[in-house]
């Protein structure tokens, strides 16, 4: 069956394109916008859209396919304006410290102080909920400080946060962070 | 050629439909009604009574009967919204595994999925013995607004009913199916969905076959109840002031308010003014009372008027969510019974500039566009059951479906695609207590993405992706799903581990997350198991370090 083949070659053509752009994996041609990508993903629905082929394909196929489908709908999602959400994103603290990160899409993911316990029922909750008051007004501008790139302003601040909350294993760890990038600056 | 059901699974009442190569034909109950109270009663004389005869136990036994178990299906039993809907009911709920509402009665303890199931297991039975064959599949409708949680809690009572769901799909998408079926339209129309218990409004791009949502907004805890609730807690300050008797902690007293509250809501959307008397109120210290009352349209919607305006202000967000002017709306579809409220409707003209459709039935068309998308799904639409479509869908030739004359375009050729979108943002915590996002509101589904993520210290062995839905940016400020767990990672310096994160979120609109370490040689992977979602063996609850 041809629309077989061509619905499995689509796919793997998809899913073969290791970094590929939202419109390389929407197969238009580079910068065209939202209506040529609604356009483009309406025709990949009508002949890969996964209940289209559920009774057509075997498991393994259709679960191809299905993943296939998933990421032109998340280039689709792109084109149309999803993007837009993640311009105004606020880069997560990570990022800000080392902008010349090798691994663009990198961030971070946070690990409470005492995460190497094996009982997820003791790990505290989010680190800043921990926090008294005082100390998270300086841990916020601190946060502000790194993200304009003021290392050590960020410092300064932390320093003051720990001042407020000296039991914070969360804000040493944190002030080590900042520091350790102070000292690798020339 | 089997025959897949189309479920319309309401908080207040349940619909039922198959689709045949001439119509749709609706289930009938005992006495060939097509609506079926989604109410399960268990009496104390024992057994299950679902349905309109369940009904019949709200004065008598309020305790027993469960209602409205929609608005706690798939729900967090701490969530605000949660504990704030149960004061409203009368009947025992606490908190079960995994954070899920239980209803205890007498001494059985059910989750909401299984007093859910009750309500399928009577559908799907009126329908063997209307169809003469047995059922298996079906498609259920959900509100466009349902969580993840909601949405695996509405699937495991298809299975707990012994139904195979072959999909989940949005209320509105279902309307819309309805409305354009057949018809190659090429325009976008706006679906307003106000039911017994939920609310959504959404924007449908038609496109020949392809019905596409290009944005949905709602609030899943809005609905004709709480409009109901309203009239009737101002009939008990009456009854207060002329029977000298607070209602309020009594149950069966409220009940009665309540369903007389419903009598005159309906009664004022055809008529100016309702007035009478609710009889028969069983006053403690065993009077019997009766409560006279005279209501104006008017005095109605005064009261209601908040709660309207509520339904105003997420159909205009709706609108700047889909970037789209009112104007190039070409039709407003009413869909559930709140909207046969004048009010609802004539502020739906005021905000689009025309008239909503109301050639359709907004009980029946959900069903409808089920029944059509089963019918589909399992290529049950071809030839005829032997059953003649019975004057299905006062759609007054919207559907060609209505008319039992036009034969379905062939299936294999064109089947209708629904592109769904996902309900709610979600994203997962990361340093500084802020959230990143991996799938936006109003993406289409079934969607996938992959991001990568390191770790934040030195030799940490030890990562936890905390999962969150919502718009916030800052973690706490959204509602939580779950943590994933991954340890005994390989020590090495901070930023050196690369944790991939893939968020999947499948046509049913249900969440799949997937964490796995690349770096250790040996990939290890976690599966999100949601709160509040039932606890089914297809994602077990902690399968991290698991080794694969």
Redesign the interface.
Known sequence: MSARADVLLWAQRVLGRKGATSWQILEIPAGSGADVAQEAFHKIARFAHPDLLRRTLPPDELELVTTAYARAAAAYQELRGGGRVSTTRMKPIRDAINPASPVATTTVIPTSPSSNRAVPADVPANPTQMMNGKALIYYRKAELALRRGELTAAVLQLKMAIASDPGSVFLRSALGEVEAEVSKKP | MAVALGIDLGTTNSVAAIATQTGVEFILGARGERVHPSVVAFPNSGGVVVGSDAKRYRLSEPHNVIHSAKRFIGQNTRAPLVQLALTGVRYTVVEGPNQQPIVVMRDRRMTMPEISSHVLLHLKRAAERQLGTPLKDAVITVPANFTDGQRQATREAGRLAGLEV??LINEPTAAALAYGFGQDREEMIAVFDFGGGTFDVSIL?L?G??F?VLASEGDFFLGGDDLDRALAENLAAELHRVLRVDPRPHAALMMKLMMGAEAIKMHLSDNEAAEGEIEGLDLPGGQVGTLPFSLTRGQFEELIAGYVERTMAVTRQVMIAA?IDPRMISDVLCVGGSTRIPMVRRQLAEIFRREPNIAINPDEVVAQGAAIQAG????GLTFGTGMGARDAVATAGHSPLAQGAVTLPEITAR?P???DVNPATLA???????T??L??KN???????T???????DN???????CCRGEA?R??ENEPLG?L?L?DLAPLPR?DL??EVQF?VD?DGILHVKASDQMSGQAQEAHLQVLGAPVSPEYPG?VSGSKR
């Not at chain 2, 589909?376 to 290529?379: E, K, N, P, W």
């Not at chain 2, 997962?428 to 802020?434: D, Y």
């Not at chain 2, 991001?451 to 210290?457: A, E, G, K, L």
């Open positions: 072959l999909r791009q496109n076959e392809v596409e970037n589909s799904l399992t290529g089947r695609v629904l592109l997962i915590h990361t340093a500084g207590g802020f990143e996002r799938l936006d993406a289409p589904i079934p969607i996938e993405r991001r990568v993520f390191t770790t934040s210290r940490q062995t030890r990562v936890e992706i905390d940016r973690y706490t943590t767990l340890h930023g690369k944790i999947r046509a902690d």
